[in-house]
T-cell receptor, first 112, second 114 residues
């Protein structure tokens, strides 16, 4: 399983964009980049995933570099409720098991 | 919204007792995961199933832990005998068949072994 590297913590001002980086230099061609978050004492929540192209949904945008060795999760207008631990995970395709292994994540604090 | 249901929500038990945690995956989901979370180790994958068959249980201590799916609507995780070091939050997650969409997690079972 490819490993990811994330900063342990970040701060963001409320209303500003939060840009969370992730390095996954050993990612292979059959692996997606997934982002989950975990708000204190809750189960992890799926945010977004991508293979090669940038992706956007109602929660966030995912920017993947052309060489696929790093990515950035963007929360366009962070609110206090976005304070959580954000996990970047490299996951194999469904038909190759789809195992999800969590690292330590980035603890994002959104401040008023 | 469809949910993964875990019971019990909280469990306090004495060392040496058997503990059973249950998970009801989202209807139609065929992949089920069990995770354990502690402050020290973070989220650890214990085991996961697809179509009720175990795909990987290498993260599970085999001497005391067992995971099963008696049917497609129920996954169980048993610890026998329980030990204080098993105290953790145990999460179940499920995923839909044939897609690479994200998995849905339950709210967890907080286990305290005294």
């Amino acid at each position: 399983d490819a490993k990811t590297t994330q900063p342990p913590s970040m701060d963001c001002a409320e209303g500003r964009a939060a840009n969370l980086p992730c390095n996954h230099s050993t990612i292979s061609g059959n692996e997606y980049v997934y982002w989950y978050r975990q708000i204190h004492s809750q189960g992890p929540q799926y945010i977004i995933h991508g293979l090669k192209n940038n992706e956007t949904n109602e929660m966030a945008s995912l920017i993947i570099t052309e060489d696929r060795k790093s990515s950035t999760l963007i929360l366009p207008h962070a609110t206090l409720r976005d304070t959580a631990v954000y996990y970047c995970i490299v996951r194999a395709l469904y038909n190759q098991g789809g195992k999800l292994i969590f690292g330590q994540g980035t603890e994002l604090s959104v401040k008023p | 919204d469809a949910r993964v249901t875990q019971t019990p929500r909280d469990k306090v038990t004495e060392m040496g007792q058997e503990v059973t945690m249950r998970c009801q995956p989202i209807l139609g989901h065929n992949t089920v995961f069990w995770y354990r979370q502690t402050m020290k180790q973070g989220l650890e994958l214990l085991a996961y199933f697809r179509n009720r068959a175990p795909l990987d249980d290498s993260g599970m201590p085999k001497d005391r832990f067992s995971a099963e799916m008696p049917d497609a609507t129920l996954a169980t995780l048993k610890i026998q005998p329980s030990e204080p070091r098993d105290s953790a939050v145990y999460f179940c997650a499920s995923g839909p068949p044939g897609t690479d969409y994200g998995y849905t997690f339950g709210s967890g079972t907080r286990l305290t072994v005294v």
